[in-house]
């Protein structure tokens, strides 16, 4: 039960969800990365209002293990098998049932004492625990924009089917939702902004040389490095426009990408008689992670405040498509369906680790991604096994086109 502004009685939760008396137990997939420790951070704010039942990493059991103690989970789940003995015997002294492998974060959400899930795991692994989570019933913070990305149909299919709501963790994302909560008119357009990362003022010429440092350098926001290459990338952008499609049932020519470098709008909603809303404040994700845990309350913070008196200057562009030509195939994705934003996604998967590690160039990223949407196997209404099979084709190419 996705949140639309077209009924009244249409939300994701009632307002009694406000009003428990027991901490609500929370399942964070991903738990050692940006999103997953900032979302710690708000746990630990609100201690009588949140508790951590499960977390999750992939290969940072040193760190998990450190989150165990100080949080007392029910149970951890390292998805690499190899780092499941370290684990173990870390917390060999504790009560927390210690997990490992894909199938064990599909497993622990499903649990009945889990109150909701924060997906926060980067890339194609979060889907089949998030599909899980909904088949069991639990809502879902979405911090995992790539399961809309991949199969957005697919998953407002299972949200209707099992009547589960999704609260939106990204910042353009909930800042869209926030400013339509309350409204029973259809959305005429929505404005997606994005900071154009740190090259936003470079040459094609300049973007031929950028390294990963420099790309990791991120002007406003702190993320981790294969989302902070999206957005210098404007790929993360791209996905977000297909995430908004999914989310709020907007059409792409009604998603208007803004380059906004101030960070401060996080994304704004027109209506039909022209009227804007926007959400604004400093960019903290912690924000719009507490909002989708407390959600329909506003839980106080101690987070910084915007300083109205020295916003001087608010500035709006539009993005350059031929330099930044992610945003671009992320769009053309869209158009095409299908699974062709499966594609998109697990070429870029491919080319950021490849940019990461010094054997992709920066604009090479783009042309490796189109080239991999020539070659691999379009379907036009793919089935979630097509999805595992688009995204394994779609990796293999990408990495043949690499090393050629």
């Not at 900032?38 to 290969?59: G, K, Y």
């Not at 103690?69 to 003995?85: C, D, G, H, S, T």
Request: charged content about 20%.
């Amino acid at each position: 039960m996705k949140y639309t502004p077209h009924s009244k009685d249409q939300t994701p939760f009632s307002p009694r969800e406000g009003q428990r008396s027991e901490p609500k137990q929370i399942a964070i997939l991903g738990s050692t990365g940006s999103i997953g420790t900032q979302a710690l951070q708000v746990i630990a704010a609100h201690p009588d209002r949140f508790a951590a039942r499960v977390l999750t990493a992939n290969n940072r059991w040193e760190l998990l293990a450190e989150q165990a103690r100080q949080f007392m989970p029910a149970a951890v789940v390292i998805a690499n098998e190899n780092y499941y003995p370290a684990l173990r015997d870390s917390l060999a002294d504790l009560p927390i049932a210690v997990y490992a492998g894909a199938d064990a974060l599909c497993q622990v959400v499903e649990g009945t004492e889990v109150d909701i899930v924060l997906t926060a795991m980067v890339g194609f692994a979060g889907l089949p625990p998030t599909i899980a989570a909904i088949k069991a019933g639990k809502p879902i913070a979405l911090a995992n924009k790539e399961t809309m990305v991949v199969a957005g149909e697919l998953i407002n299919g299972l949200c209707r089917k099992y009547q589960v709501p999704i609260l939106p963790v990204d910042s353009e994302h909930s800042a869209i939702f926030q400013s339509i909560m309350g409204e029973v008119s259809p959305i005429e357009r929505i404005i997606l902004t994005a900071s154009g990362g740190p090259f936003r003022t470079f040459t094609r010429e300049q973007l031929e040389t950028v390294t990963p440092a420099m790309a990791l350098k991120h002007p406003n926001w702190d993320m981790g490095a294969k989302i902070t290459i999206d957005s210098a990338s404007m790929m993360n952008k791209g996905f977000e426009v297909i995430e908004a499609k999914w989310l709020f049932g907007v059409e792409p020519d009604r998603i208007q990408v803004v380059v906004h470098p101030q960070s401060v709008v996080h994304s704004a909603v027109q209506f039909a008689d022209g009227a804007v809303k926007a959400q604004l404040g400093v960019p903290d994700m912690r924000v719009p992670i507490q909002l989708a845990f407390s959600f329909p309350e506003r839980l106080h913070s101690d987070f910084d405040r915007l300083d109205w008196f020295t916003m001087h200057d608010l500035t709006f562009e539009r993005p350059d498509t031929e330099r930044f030509r992610c945003l671009a195939l992320a769009y053309e994705s869209l158009q095409q369906g299908g699974n062709m934003p499966c594609i998109v996604n697990a070429a870029n998967e491919i080319v950021n680790r490849a940019f990461l590690e010094g054997r992709c160039r920066f604009l090479e990223m783009a042309d490796i991604i189109e080239r991999t949407m020539q070659r691999a196997t379009f379907i036009k209404q793919p089935s979630y096994e097509d999805y595992l099979e688009t995204d394994k084709e779609a990796r293999r190419i990408a990495a043949q086109l690499l090393q050629s």
